[in-house]
């Protein structure tokens, strides 16, 4: 119950498309849900995050969608770009506490 | 503003040695949890400080310890070195009431 299955779990997109990731969680308790941006050799960037009463969530290029009845969330990444290329990972937590990850996405957007 | 710093960068040891990793917390952050991420995989919850005490922890074994310092850096140590503890070890600073964590660069631990 608490893990967070994330896929595809690799991507590869032409530059100007659109990458879209998803996850889906099980503990209905999670009311916290960031993704991360991580470079090799990187820790994990904060890119956007969402809580359970909002559907949708958009930060420049980077919209955050939520079904909450599905349990459900994804990332899109409008007009991919060669630098959006790297490893992008949901979470979830419950208050402050403990981040459970997904096991990530390899995205590779092509010039 | 500083943000969070891990030392040292890279480390190799052998296995059945102890090891020593820091982290500093971003400016006014009370709160540091530590994670494992091995290659290829999403990060993994160690455990987490807040006042000088753990608050909480993952499924790791009790060779695996850490303190926090009235400053809010923080150290993981860990025992007894295996080689599945090679992996990148991060750090992530927050304020206690707010969810959103910052993480470190890591420290890329190899255990031969």
């Known amino acids: 119950q608490q893990q967070v299955k994330q896929s595809p779990q690799s991507l590869i997109v032409q530059k100007g498309g659109i990458s879209i990731i998803n996850c889906a969680y099980e503990?209905?308790?999670?009311?916290?849900f960031p993704w991360y941006q991580q470079f090799p050799g990187k820790g994990p960037a904060l890119l956007i995050a969402?809580?359970?009463?909002?559907s949708e969530k958009k930060e420049g290029r980077f919209t955050i969608s939520f079904n909450k009845s599905a349990k459900q969330f994804s990332l899109h990444i409008m007009d991919s770009q060669p630098g959006d290329s790297a490893t992008y990972f949901c979470a979830a937590s419950k208050g402050t506490y403990k981040y459970i990850f997904g096991t990530g996405t390899r995205l590779k957007v092509l010039a | 503003e500083t943000g969070v710093t891990q030392s040292p960068t890279h480390l190799i040891k052998t296995r059945g040695q102890q090891v020593t990793l820091r982290c500093s917390s971003q400016?006014?952050?009370?709160?540091v949890s530590w994670y494992q991420q091995a290659l290829g995989q999403g990060p993994q919850f160690i455990f987490q400080y807040y006042r000088e005490e753990e608050n909480g922890r993952g499924n790791f074994p009790p060779r695996f310890s850490g303190l926090q310092f009235p400053n809010y850096s923080s150290e993981l140590n860990v025992n007894a070195l295996e080689l599945d503890d090679s992996a990148l070890y991060l750090c992530?600073?927050?304020?206690?009431?707010?969810?959103?964590?910052?993480f470190g660069p890591g420290t890329r631990l190899t255990v031969l």
């Open positions: 969402i809580r359970p009463d909002v």
């Open positions: 992530a600073s927050s304020l206690r009431d707010f969810n959103e964590q910052f």
């Open positions: 503990n209905t308790a999670f009311d916290y």
């Open positions: 400016s006014g952050h009370n709160t």
